[in-house]
């Protein structure tokens, strides 16, 4: 669609947690240990659905996470990111 810079914020990106985790695992298995992989975890979607996601980017043994705000990043993602980060 012409003018369009990504989903509206409401719309949940839909992709459940066991294929993000394999995903995750898999590139991790294909890294060398010497080589840093972060994973990439987009600000769209309802906050909820962003600290989901954003839970199951920080719990492999990735060496850390790369937030593409896209803009959508407000008060409660930005708290989602801070009580996900401490714990």
Do not use: M
């Amino acid at each position: 669609r012409p003018g369009s810079h990504g989903p509206p914020p409401t719309r949940r990106p839909g992709c459940p947690d066991a294929p993000q985790r394999r995903k995750i695992d898999h590139f991790l298995s294909l890294t060398p240990p010497d080589v840093p992989l972060h994973v990439l975890v987009h600000g769209y979607g309802p906050p909820d659905d962003f600290a989901r996601r954003l839970r199951l980017a920080v719990e492999n043994n990735a060496a850390g996470v790369w937030v593409n705000r896209y803009g959508y990043l407000g008060e409660a993602k930005l708290d989602a990111i801070a009580a996900v980060g401490t714990s």
